[in-house]
């Protein structure tokens, strides 16, 4: 996706964000690692993925779920809670 900066922006943002990290005394990541966690966070806190996935400029949801779907062991029990809930077993 383009976001719109010229390569030598992209580095600038890369050294300022490595400098933030490093004087916050947090681990060094990368900034693109900020946007998957963000789009974890979402689909585990119930956004829908068709919403995630337009937040991240994906040209179709299942781009977003092929990337994004991998189902935690929360998720998991959530899932068991409403086929109880929906079946009542």
């Keep these: 996706m383009d ?12 050294l300022f964000f490595k400098k933030l990290l490093k004087a916050a005394g947090l681990p060094n990541v ?7 966690s963000t789009a974890t ?4 806190a119930g956004v829908p993925l068709k919403v995630v996935s337009e937040l ?3 040209s179709s949801v299942a781009i977003t779920a092929d990337i994004y779907a991998h189902v935690s062991p929360e998720m998991q029990q959530e899932a068991v809670k409403w086929m109880d809930d929906l079946y009542g077993v």
């Design 3 to 14: 976001c719109g900066l010229s390569p030598w922006h992209v580095q600038l943002l890369n």
């Design 30 to 36: 990368r900034f693109h690692d900020l946007r998957h």
């Design 41 to 44: 966070v979402l689909l585990a």
């Design 56 to 58: 991240l400029g994906h």
